[in-house]
């Protein structure tokens, strides 16, 4: 009975393939290009498509797809030209837009000469702008000595200030953004504790994922939270303990935070608990985009070099598993004690692929290779497939 049905379902599949297929405009038709095209389009978020209407309106004023390197340098000229005056980093920001809406348009790939001229031409772009004295708006780096005094604060648990000081710590211990930690609830938390370590696997819903589910994975070698920790402030112990004060696990983690006061909040209770220091500190730039550049450069200073911390390998030419890996900087780590959710050691050459899960070098590109070797494909991860 089991295995008539298995047919019956395979022949039915088999008809709608038949069906599908006579439906179809000719191989390549325009009314074929036109829902290929669109295919791809629905791998941009509706939000991020919207953000690239600015730039494919700019580059259209000066230029025309099919994008090349020197129409792509006439665009950064123009841009160059714009007043007021635009920053490198957003120039940068719009050139990659339109690579990426070529690639949806379904044009001719750049060439290896291509990307090398317009990577050189937007190096000549952010030089141009420090020469005219128009700074990225990056937002600061925490310091340190900030770091330590924020660890060193003491509140109570469940206090206004407590969760400005945890989710602040949190954030950046975790390299997360602030609107990937600021609505953080008791279920989103899991603790697992062994006879000799403490495991907290953290649920991060991050808005840039096609998923929205990143998993962080947090270790402290020591069982209990204090000298036997041996960190200034330690992700998972702090975590663990604030989820077990909350009366159910719906509730939030920090209640009184709101993401658009954050930052403000933040250097209003430092500037009164530090009042000599706050100058010192030089916060008053500081904003929730800072969490996780603070991360990332704490996590660079831990000797994990950049063309590391972006998963890069120079040395091994596979263009597929290269283009798996994030390669523009938008990963997600913590530092000092990471683990490999493949290998569950302590990560080495930390690596993410493009769906925010994150590996030991070594072993995302064992993966990715194994994958492409198979009928699968390349695209993939360990935790999604």
């Not at 297929?21 to 390549?28: A, T």
């Not at 990426?100 to 750049?110: A, V």
């Not at 700074?135 to 400005?164: C, F, H, M, Y």
């Not at 709101?258 to 209003?268: I, P, S, V």
Request: proline share 4%; net charge positive.
């Amino acid at each position: 009975m089991a295995k008539g049905k298995g047919k019956g379902r395979s022949s039915d599949r088999l008809q709608q393939l038949r069906r599908f297929k006579n439906s179809q405009p000719p191989e390549g038709s325009e009314e074929a290009h036109r829902l290929n095209e669109r295919l791809r389009g629905q791998s941009l978020r509706a939000s991020t498509a919207k953000q690239y209407a600015t730039p494919e309106k700019l580059y259209l004023e000066v230029s025309s797809f099919p994008a090349n390197a020197e129409r792509i340098q006439l665009y950064i000229r123009a841009l160059l030209a714009l007043e007021p005056k635009l920053t490198a980093n957003t120039i940068a920001q719009y050139v990659s837009s339109i690579k990426t809406l070529s690639e949806i348009r379904g044009d001719p790939p750049l060439t290896a000469q291509d990307e090398a001229q317009i990577k050189r031409a937007l190096l000549g772009a952010r030089k141009a702008r420090e020469s005219v004295g128009v700074n990225s708006k990056e937002a600061p780096v925490i310091s340190d000595e900030a770091l330590r005094g924020i660890a060193s604060l003491e509140t109570s648990i469940g206090s206004k200030a407590d969760q400005l000081k945890v989710l602040t710590l949190m954030s950046i211990g975790t390299v997360s953004r602030l609107d990937e930690t600021w609505n953080l609830r008791g279920k989103d938390i899991h603790p697992i504790q062994s006879p000799t370590q403490l495991r907290v696997t953290i649920d991060i819903w991050n808005p840039k994922t096609k998923s929205g589910l990143t998993k962080k994975v947090v270790d402290c070698g020591a069982k209990t939270r204090g000298a036997e920790c041996g960190v200034i402030w330690c992700v998972a112990h702090e975590l663990k303990e604030r989820k077990e004060k909350l009366a159910y696990d719906e509730l939030r983690i920090f209640p009184d935070i709101c993401k658009g006061t954050y930052a403000r909040k933040l250097k209003k209770l430092l500037r009164a608990q530090y009042p000599h220091q706050y100058q010192l500190w030089d916060l008053d730039q500081v904003t929730g985009h800072s969490l996780r550049r603070t991360g990332t450069t704490r996590l660079s200073e831990r000797n994990v070099s950049e063309e590391e911390i972006k998963a890069s390998d120079p040395s091994t030419p596979n263009e597929e598993w290269e283009e798996s890996l994030d390669a523009g900087g938008e990963f997600d780590l913590q530092y000092d004690r990471l683990t490999c959710l493949i290998c569950y050691s302590e990560m080495q050459s930390p690596a993410a692929l493009v769906c925010g899960h994150m590996f030991c070098w070594r072993c995302a590109t064992e993966w990715l290779e194994e994958r492409s070797s198979s009928l699968e494909g390349s695209r993939g991860c360990p935790l999604c497939a």
